[in-house]
């Protein structure tokens, strides 16, 4: 039976597939590699950030004890939000792109609890200070938008850029996925009376809501 | 991707094992009689061409016998014209247009030979290609025997794409030969005992593609069919695309016609019902999924597109900036990459082998343009197809050639 077999060749068809499935298991495990470099990437770049974060708070706590050099706190903190919107973007691509492991999605929540918490620390320099930068909280659909979402939000993310390197540190620009189920982020919304199904939203200052893509000159006159 | 994976790694393991054997022509035990049979409709441009080859072939052909299908054009004249020269050259003309398995099926009850070859009026059999494939009937279980089909004249790009297509065929079915698995006996040139032929009730004459039909039901029967690459034919191939179209069309619903014929053997009857017929329904099922996969993303993506442009205006922002022009690979698209290049693998393989290569990596644009563009047209064929033969059978239609 086993030498009729060979004799035929058919044995082919089993081989073949053991050797299909051994170099398809060797590529899924490949993937998976990648997918958890990109992440440890974004993991060690999220431990800065949030050391960095950590630095800034601890110095308005050191300048509470003291009188505040206002200007310099407001410069650390610009040059934080701008490294924190570089890392923005680029977790953002590897979301995108990652297919096999949902470990990005952690670390994306990590990025939204630290850049939720460096908006809060934001609203209160805003206060002591009372400074002329602007707030710009990007909040948007993160876990599933509809391809008009999608496009939206697309636009959203050029007009903001835009925006940046137009006015640089006269704003603050925070990006938030809004749907990620976290307790802070929510509560935050929910005081600023924004809803989930309004996503994406671009609120300055805490008390202008942009919901629809206007002109960018338009959402300037916001700013200036 | 995995299936797409499985075949490269079927056919390569194949290739391997055999491939010292690939061109191997037994010589046959006996001398076979041997009539070929041409079945003809309106084709005066190129019937002098087959008569002129195949009365010239190295192998003994006892007789030629034309079937005039009720020719509108000067193809009974110039057989007449030939059979003044040729004594073994024979015409009959059909009374009623029967179509190419009728025709077939007429020359069939009148041959006289024990070998029938079925060769089409606009194919060129090389000298000695009947004379190469005759000893492969030494083994009794064979019932048919095919050759490896060519293009004729590659004139055009589309000829050109199709002569890559050709060899790999003529490539793979040799392959596949090795596991009893050749699907397809096509009319360019195919022998077949006259008897099994007789006893299996000759072609479907309902079925547009008679040559699948007939080798469904060889294997059906308990025989097998048999590939000789070595024996070449040069076939013309359509000129224009609607001509390629019409005849892939052709080709689709012929196919369609066999799985439903003989789907009930599915999973049963050797390798008719183990290997062929799932190999066939799964690669019409997969390329209609790849077909709808990418209808559904390239739609979006344009529906995306029209959405982020129409709002870009609005906003007054650039439309592509630096960054896009980076992306991010998903790992989906590496695998993409990878089995790609082992198509590019695989093809340029076959064309090597088969002799197709010609003007070696220069000519490395066709081919990619044929794996890319000319395969993936395959199952927009199919859909037309389908669409078509639900049509007809709702009409109550009936086919006809789909040739002319």
Known sequence: ????????????FWTALLLTIFIFSAGILLG???????????????QQSELDLLDIRIQNDIYSLSEIDCTKVIEENINFADRVFEDAKLLEKYSESSRLSNSIILQHKKYDLLRTSFWINSIKLKERCKTDYHNVVYIYDYQNPSLETEAKQDVFSKLLQELKDKKGNKIMLIPIAGDNNLVSVDTLMNTYGIEEEELPIILID?????????????IEKYLD | ????????????????????????????????????????????DSIEGTIKNVLSSSYKIEEMIIVNDCSKDKTKEIVEKFMQKYSNLKLINNNKNLGKAGS?????????????????????????????????????????????????????????????????????????????????????????????????????????????????????NGYKAESCPAARVYSIAPKKISEWFKQRMRWNIGG????????????????????ILPFFTLSLCLGLAGLGVFTYLGVTRIFKNFIFTQQTFVAGTQLITSEDI??????????GIVLL????????????????????????????????????????????????????????????????
């Open chain 1, 1 to 12: 039976m086993t030498i009729e077999l060979f004799k035929n060749q058919k044995h082919v």
């Open chain 1, 32 to 46: 998976f590699l990648i997918e958890n470099w990109r992440t440890s990437k974004i993991a060690s770049l999220y």
């Open chain 1, 206 to 218: 805490e008390k202008i809501k942009i919901t629809n893509v206007e002109n960018i000159e338009e």
């Open chain 2, 1 to 44: 991707m995995f299936i797409a994976l499985y075949m490269f790694f079927f056919f390569i393991m194949i290739y391997i094992r055999n491939k010292k054997t690939l061109f191997n022509c037994p010589k046959p035990n006996k001398n076979y009689t041997l009539s070929v049979i041409t079945p003809a409709y309106n084709e005066e």
């Open chain 2, 104 to 220: 077939l099926n007429k020359g069939i009850n009148i041959a006289s030979g024990e070998l029938v070859a079925v060769i089409d009026s606009d194919s060129y059999p090389e000298k000695d290609a009947i004379t190469k494939m005759i000893g492969f009937f030494n083994e009794k279980k064979v019932g048919a025997v095919t050759s490896a089909i060519l293009v004729k004249e590659k004139d055009t790009f589309i000829r050109k794409l199709q002569s890559f297509e050709y060899a790999i065929i003529a490539w793979t079915r040799k392959l596949l030969s090795y596991v009893e698995g050749v699907y397809a006996t096509p009319g360019p040139l195919s022998i077949y005992r006259r008897q099994l032929l007789l006893k299996i009730g000759g072609f479907d004459t309902k079925n547009l593609t008679e040559d699948i039909e007939i080798t469904w039901r060889i294997v059906y």
């Open chain 2, 256 to 275: 369609l016609q066999c799985i439903n014929k003989y789907k009930k053997f599915f999973l049963e009857k050797g390798m008719l019902g183990f290997f």
């Open chain 2, 326 to 335: 980076f992306v991010t690979p998903t790992v989906l698209n590496f695998f």
């Open chain 2, 341 to 404: 290049l082992l198509g590019l693998f695989f093809t340029l393989t076959g064309l090597g082998i088969i002799g197709e290569r010609k003007g070696g990596f220069r000519n490395i644009f066709n081919v990619l343009f044929y794996m890319i563009v000319y395969l993936a047209l395959y199952p927009f064929i199919m859909f037309v197809s389908i669409l078509k033969l639900s049509k007809y059978k709702i009409q109550g239609k009936k086919m006809g050639w789909m040739t002319k």
